[in-house]
């Protein structure tokens, strides 16, 4: 089991950028396939970015393709979303999960932290 702690939100202009951390707890956090999904108000939670175990291999929604980045320190438990040209449509709270296995059912899940682009 792990337990997930975001942080980094707050509210940025258009064209700005922000960098957001999830901590997770347990010594076994080099095992768990990490998640970055964020949800707008009165829409759907959207999966942003992925991450294997090891960090190799790296997938992003076609949205953030280009502009978002997903990294992970496991000796420090931490998972990273660096997040740059940012723009309105992407305020939301974000969200990382971590899952144990390929499926796409993700196990665990943070807090959230609430991400606002002003224009």
């Known amino acids: 089991q792990v337990q997930l702690v975001e942080s980094g939100g707050g509210l940025v202009q258009a064209g700005g950028s922000l960098r957001l951390s999830c901590a997770g707890s347990?010594?076994?956090?080099?095992?768990?396939?990490m998640g970055w999904f964020r949800q707008a108000p009165g829409k759907e939670r959207e999966l942003v970015a992925t991450?294997?175990?090891?960090?190799?291999?790296?997938a992003y929604a076609d949205s953030v393709k280009g502009r978002f980045t997903i990294s992970r320190d496991n000796a420090k438990n931490t998972v990273f979303l660096q997040m740059n040209s940012l723009k309105p449509e992407d305020t939301a709270v974000y969200y990382c999960?971590?899952?144990?296995?390929?499926?796409?059912?993700?196990?665990?899940w943070g807090q959230g932290t609430q991400v606002t682009v002003s224009s």
């Open positions: 999960a971590a899952k144990v296995t390929t499926t796409k059912t993700y196990d665990y």
């Open positions: 347990g010594r076994t956090f080099g095992s768990y396939y």
């Open positions: 991450i294997s175990r090891g960090g190799g291999s790296t």
